[in-house]
């Protein structure tokens, strides 16, 4: 999408549609004022009637707008004032964009940036207007044999009251709009089906990307016979009950000034459909199991956004992707596998076979030298239900590294929650057999997963995302969401920004 900032009198904007964001008890907040100033009172005479009614999230369009440039006005309630924080204001922005694209216009205004939030300023506001607008437009209707017509909003105009906030507003509507962007290609490939989006067809989508960049991005592929010859054996264990073959993704950005600089590195679970394998998950629900690949889908997402915004710092992405189905081939339980680190593993469960392609891409990361590794995955339905669906489950063995994360998830308000990673918890992995078994036991099941991982981690600052409960929506709203695609992107801007700090001490 296409955006500008504005700071004229949004009376005088002439624009198919602007948007007006209102309390529901309290003055008018200044540009929507002068709107009210130039409209004879239209606004505060709606409000003060009841005939609209400013509780969060409601929306009412009004189809013309005597006085005033524009030809039609959307109001958007955002409830109490004393109660107006980010969550509200994120609800109102979204049911304000969800109307927006109704609309047969093809250009908008909008004026979100004057809400007033505490510690959040134009740039914040400005970037999750945009970003809200991007998720918008989405739609999946790629196997209706009649889509929908496509949204025609194509370009939006933020009105800035205070003209020295514009640079920040354009600032952080550029973030949006890539974030935004990144944040649909994580849903679609989520939503696509496992007959379509396979590893393969996920090595494809690396390859298109590297095209794309222009020299920004060096793809290389590892197929099965690259990964037997490597030692991936364990990765290579769970695709093997599949007639789909395995792949690790490696997609390398270089956009620090030194070449040499030590990169950071995303790793993302890519199981492409999960069955559970001999482990075979109940029938019931298992379609949702294409967004196994959620973690992969997430790293994707941020490769695009990067690309978008081009910072200055060198990052590694990493997919493992594989299908896990049951066969005559397949892993058993019981059977014992060697990973690339030489580590041995009992495989008690091939439904907890997210981590066995996890642990051999985060040996494979160790050859970067990396200055972090963060590795993303819908891994386990323990971190459902510790969290729900609003919190990402986060593991570290680097405090440092785990606060990092916990900030830019605040930030970008794709928020994540620290759990433990004790010693005591190790324990639970012990095998008779073998170095480690995959799986601990239903007690501490997220915390256990991040242990089982946390051993092949132990060269580099690491912390591991648990997005199972965040990585999609089931039931009426089943899709993909898209997360914790601002959580990454956010995070790498504050690695090169504390980058620029540290060589300007130089």
Known sequence: MEFSVQTANPAKAETACLVLPVYKDSDLLPAVAKLDDASERLIGQLLSRGDFDAALGNVQMIPFAPGLGAERLLLVGLGERGKCQEAAFLKALDAAMTALVKLPIDEASATFTDVPLEGRDASWKARKTLEAAERA????????????????????????????????????????????????????????????????????????????????????????????????????????????????????????????????????????????????????????????????????????????IRPKLNVVFIVAAAENMPDGAATKPGDIIKTLKGLSVEVLNTDAEGRLVLC?????????????????????????????????????????????????????????????????????????????????GRPAGTITAACFLSRFADHFPWAHLDIAGTAWHSGKQKGATGRPVGLLTQYLLDREADAQVENSGD
Not at 393 to 415: C, F, H, K
């Open 360 to 440: 051999d891409a985060l040996t494979y990361a160790e050859r970067f030298t990396p200055a972090s590794v963060v590795d993303i995955a819908t891994l386990t339905g323990a971190c459902i239900v510790a969290l729900g669906h609003h919190a990402t489950g986060l593991l570290a063995n680097d405090d440092d590294l785990a606060l990092d994360l916990l900030d830019a998830g605040e930030t970008a308000w794709d928020r994540a929650w620290h759990l433990p990673l004790w010693d005591e918890y190790q324990e639970q992995l012990d095998s008779n057999f073998a170095d480690l078994a995959n799986i601990g």
């Open 137 to 308: 437009l989405y739609r999946f209707d790629h196997f209706k044999f009649a889509p929908a017509k496509p949204p025609t909003l194509a370009k939006l105009h933020l009105i800035v009251t205070d003209a020295a906030e514009g640079l920040l507003a354009k600032q952080g509507a550029a973030l949006g709009c890539a974030i935004g962007q990144g944040i649909n290609v994580t849903r679609t490939l989520g939503n696509l089906p496992g007959n379509v989006c396979t590893p393969r067809y996920l090595a494809e989508q690396a390859e298109a990307l590297g095209r794309e960049s222009q020299g920004a991005l060096a793809v290389d592929i590892l197929d099965e016979e690259a990964l037997e010859a490597l030692g991936a054996h364990s990765l290579l264990s769970v695709g093997r009950g599949s007639r789909e073959p395995s792949r690790l993704i490696v997609m390398k950005y270089q956009g620090a000034e030194d070449a040499d600089e030590a990169p950071h590195v995303l790793i993302g679970k890519g199981i492409t459909f999960d069955t559970g394998g001999i482990s075979l998950k109940p029938g019931e629900g298992m379609d949702e199991m294409k967004f196994d690949m959620g973690g992969a889908a997430s790293v994707f997402g941020t490769v695009k956004a990067v690309l978008a």
